[in-house]
């Protein structure tokens, strides 16, 4: 596959692993080429922990897990959604979910069922690969440019990925709990974690995996002039 649109296009997050981690060669590949993806003043404002060590991976997993367990909503370097949720993107958001939820044919008030599909997350999805993106604190004190940087380093990595014959999940779910993560990977206490990114083999056999939830039309997102 090299055609950009048709990666872009095939492209979709994929919550169902094989066991299988990625080769850390191919790793190498797709970390290099997406260290081309711009960023302002050429800042590459990016340091990634690409880990495939299976008891890290869990004891990350884990101590996020037992955080929500013990009711810890969130332990965060930063904020990742909106504080309020206005329309159109609160409905959207609200459409992506219970679509997900049904195609899993689970209730929406199962809401036992839907924290155990989140906490999936943590569990990698079965993936044995996972990148976690840090950046320095002090890029982003009252700073956003640092963020947009990396977002673009984010998709630079999935579209590889898919390149390589690889699926994705982005995730904000880990941000969400950027502390905890920081602290069971002992990183330097200047770096504040943006995202994560599985990577791995997708399950072509999962059900989940075939979820594309639809986009609005250009007439909702682009103005013209
Ligand atoms: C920054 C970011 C964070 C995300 N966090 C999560 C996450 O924590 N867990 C998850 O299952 N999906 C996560 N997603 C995936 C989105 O739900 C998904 O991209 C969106 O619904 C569009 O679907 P698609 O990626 O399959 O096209 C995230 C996506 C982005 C871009």
Redo the contacts with the bound molecule.
Sequence with gaps: MSNVYEIINSR??K?AYLPKPVPKDIQEKILKAAAQTPSGANMQPWITYAISDESTLKKVGDAIIKAMDDGVENDQFIQYYPIEWKNPYKKRRVV?GAGLYKLMEVDRKDNDTRIEMWKD?FRWFGAKTVFFVFTDKANIEGAQGAILDCGAY?QSIMLLAKEEGLDT?????TTEFGRIVARELNVPENLALL?SVVIGYEDKDAKINSY??ERVGLDESVIFI
């Design positions: 979709s997050s919550r992506t997350n984010m999940c982005p995730q904000g779910s995202y594309q939830p």
